[in-house]
């Protein structure tokens, strides 16, 4: 049910292989930060982005579904959900949850439940 939360967007204009590390990352109002890492594997796709300054140095861990279109001009990647919900999602802490699959599940669940796959979360 989830598995489409970890895959790119056939519209995203994501290239297999595409180096993402050091893009910047715009939410639907406004940047939240820089790549710090990313992964292409089928049905396990993501980014994981160093927020800086905008929630504490945090990182955050996006689906790939929630890539809408890449910029390789401007180094931009945009997702279709806005800071908020973004700041919202399970808190992500790359040692603890990178290989854990109840976070993974966790996440597809929070990302899979709001736009465009359901009603948007208020």
């Known amino acids: 049910m989830t598995e489409h939360v970890w895959s790119y967007?056939?519209?995203s204009g994501h290239l297999a292989g595409a180096?993402?590390?050091?893009?910047?990352v715009e939410a639907t109002d406004g940047g939240?930060?820089?790549?710090?890492k990313h992964s292409d594997e089928v049905g396990d796709a993501y980014l994981v982005v160093d927020t800086g300054v905008w929630?504490?140095?945090?990182?955050?861990l996006l689906p790939?579904?929630?890539v809408v279109s890449i910029d390789?001009?401007?180094?931009?990647?945009f997702v279709d959900r806005t800071r908020e919900q973004i700041k919202?999602?399970?808190?992500?802490?790359?040692?603890k949850h990178l290989g854990d699959a109840r976070y993974r599940e966790?996440?597809?669940?929070?990302y899979g439940t709001g736009f465009p796959f359901g009603t948007p979360r208020a």
């Open 9 to 11: 967007k056939s519209t």
């Open 19 to 24: 180096e993402l590390t050091g893009y910047k």
């Open 32 to 36: 939240i930060g820089k790549v710090d």
């Open 55 to 60: 929630i504490f140095g945090k990182e955050v």
């Open 64 to 66: 790939a579904s929630t």
């Open 72 to 77: 390789p001009e401007e180094r931009k990647v």
């Open 88 to 95: 919202d999602a399970p808190e992500f802490y790359r040692e």
């Open 106 to 110: 966790e996440l597809a669940t929070y």
